[in-house]
């Protein structure tokens, strides 16, 4: 957990009471919303562009205002709220999960020019824009970790001087702040880290949360048994795993992936250490958390269900706490990305807490309502099918490993574009040419 906009500083003490009300842009499938909800908090307005997002709200909470236009460029913020009612300071919350690609390690590497050139992140623009007309009571904009990396000072840079700007018009009192939280640690069976940069109008700092689950807490990590049990999907047929690996995932013990079958793992030696990407027929364990869902996974991509498929929607939905009676819309590729792209419920539900407890002061003792709970009865893993004699004949090893940072075909690739006519050499003389350069003299 740190803070990467602005310099330390102690929490405020309490104000005076908010309005229990939240404002939510860029809803998606409501993962955010679902947690604050739980929290204590009423939607009064929600702006999502997704078709089947937005089928998804109606779907579930038919009772939260849907903004007729899809899209918040489509609106002059005026305009948003009076067709939602709201007036200034009736917000108690502005919440926002702008998308969040440009600023993930994949846009990073995949595109190196500055984040905010990206047309997607023109969505902050317009974000700021309405937090100036509603002037919320607590600004909160979450996103991905890696927006806090080094190099990306121009997108916090932007909220700070938007926020800077409006206090200089408005007298309000906005510092940025962040929290960077792990989803583990709040009773979501998922290892999840989540960025959430907020600012409250009267300067207040949000207090730096506890974790309720891990091994300093005697509350132990929930697992995926705990969140998922012995469910048998309806869909069952249509989760069965097609494509080039699908016969070789049986062969993958539970919590390993692609790595067991390299010269480090304990199985047939198939692929090169490193040599394909982390999520590579990645496999859940039932006796560990699950790692973090992708938004757009492949037909290789996990993490899979400990017993060789694909996870149903609605084991999607309970690895991310979303609440029992949500009903994901869309096909399964859309219901996938609408899951994979949003907060656990449950994470939000502890912000919104959080909330009221440093901008109020009011305490919590219950559990999280949307936290997992302990499920005992767990089994042993499943069994471990034995290599196929195709597989065997096609890509027994010996196998080259990663070479290193930097050295990859994919770095070379970037360099190849980059530098075209400055360096024609192979990726094998380019490899031969670092490890040149780590002897010593």
Request: hydrophobic share 35%.
């Amino acid at each position: 957990m740190s803070d990467v906009a602005s310099p330390s500083s102690s929490p405020a003490p309490p104000s005076a009471r908010i309005p229990r009300t939240v404002l939510s842009l860029y809803t998606g499938a409501g993962g955010l919303d679902y947690g604050l909800e739980a929290a204590g908090f009423e939607i009064v307005g929600c702006v999502e562009k997704d078709v089947d997002a937005r089928l998804t709200i109606k779907a579930s909470r038919p009772d939260w205002p849907l903004a007729r236009l899809r899209d918040i460029a489509d609106y002059a913020p005026s305009e948003l709220l009076s067709e939602l009612s709201l007036e200034e300071g009736s917000v108690g919350i502005l919440a926002a999960g702008p998308p969040c690609q440009p600023f993930s390690k994949a846009g990073w590497w995949y595109r190196d020019s500055a984040r905010l050139e990206d047309p997607r992140a023109e969505t902050l623009a317009m974000l700021m824009d309405v937090a100036e007309e509603v002037q919320p009571h607590v600004l909160l904009i979450e996103n991905v970790t890696s927006l806090s990396m080094s190099g990306r000072e121009e997108v916090v840079g932007f909220i700070r001087e938007r926020l800077d700007a409006m206090n200089g018009a408005l007298g309000t009192g906005y510092v940025l702040h962040s929290l960077k939280l792990n989803a583990v640690d709040f009773g979501v069976a998922q290892r999840r880290e989540r960025l959430f940069l907020y600012a409250t109008r009267d300067g207040c700092r949000l207090k730096t949360p506890k974790p309720t689950h891990g091994s300093n807490c005697g509350n132990p990590h929930r697992d995926a048994w705990d969140a998922l049990g012995d469910e048998a999907p309806e869909d069952l047929d249509d989760l069965t795993m097609k494509g080039k690996w699908a016969k070789l995932l049986p062969t993958i013990p539970e919590g390993k992936n692609y790595l067991w079958h390299t010269s480090r793992g304990g199985g047939s030696e198939l692929f090169g250490y490193r040599t394909r990407y982390w999520s590579f027929l990645l496999k859940l364990a039932k006796d560990l958390p699950s790692w973090t869902l992708p938004a757009s996974p492949g037909p290789a991509t996990g993490p899979f269900h400990w017993s060789s498929r694909r996870l149903s929607r609605h084991e999607l939905m309970q690895l991310q706490t979303f609440p029992e009676d949500v009903e994901i819309k869309g096909s399964y590729i859309s219901a996938h990305r609408q899951l994979g792209n949003a907060v656990p419920s449950a994470l939000a539900e502890r912000i919104g807490r959080l909330v009221l407890e440093s901008v109020e002061g009011e305490a919590f003792e219950r559990p999280l309502s949307l936290a997992v709970a302990h499920r005992s009865g767990r089994p042993d893993p499943e069994a471990v099918m034995n290599v196929p004699r195709k597989f065997l004949e096609e890509h027994s090893g010996p196998h080259d490993d990663h070479p290193g940072e930097g050295m990859g075909p994919g770095a070379q690739a970037r360099d190849l574009r980059e530098k075209p006519a400055k360096d024609s050499a192979t990726p094998s003389e380019l490899q031969n040419r670092a490890e040149s350069n780590r002897r010593p003299a």
